[in-house]
């Protein structure tokens, strides 16, 4: 009678290469639904399917694991967002579709923003992670104005300028809609999209 009973394999954890990338995933849906402060450990190692012990093998602590999330979240944005620029592009000049791309992607990834929300207050009560943070932000800004510069064709100075501005406005709208998932901001990206418009030099 025993050999027909079906044993349940003893569950062995070992440091697969797989782990980190759980712990990642497991973390972005926790952090970005329940935040930090409400997201524990053994919650995070429970749905990555690890030990508890794994989680600081790969940590030191939710704040680094939150770091890791926050640039793979950024990775998924990034790629998407690449992808509606593409696709928005066809028919029109980047100059008229940038912002209402980031407006059709921002608003299906609302996670990416809440888990930037979450390091900006971390940030604030830890000042040592402000660092960390300082060098996201100005990851972000250097890769958006070398978009547009590739884009446009705008003077890299400007670009700069415009990326700092877009950088703020897209974080800012992005937080309302999460206050007010109903709130159109249309309109709004569509002024922001106006610095791209490359006015004509002077004649001599």
Known sequence: MDDQIAKKPKKTWTHQRDNRERLIDAGYTLLSENGIEATTVKEIARLADVSPGLFHYYFASKDELLLAV???????FNQQLMQEFQKLSVE???AEVAMLAVATVSRSHTAWYRLRYELYALGL???DFLPAI???LAKGRQGIAQTIQ???GIDEVRARAIASVFHACTD????QQLAQPG???????????HLLVVEPAPEK
């Open 92 to 94: 029109r000049p980047f």
């Open 125 to 127: 009560r830890n000042p």
């Open 70 to 76: 926050i640039y793979e979240a950024g990775t998924r």
């Open 150 to 152: 590739e884009q446009t």
């Open 183 to 193: 709130l159109d901001l249309t309109a709004a990206y569509e002024l922001v999209q």
């Open 172 to 175: 800012g709208l992005a937080l």
């Open 134 to 136: 300082g060098e996201m």
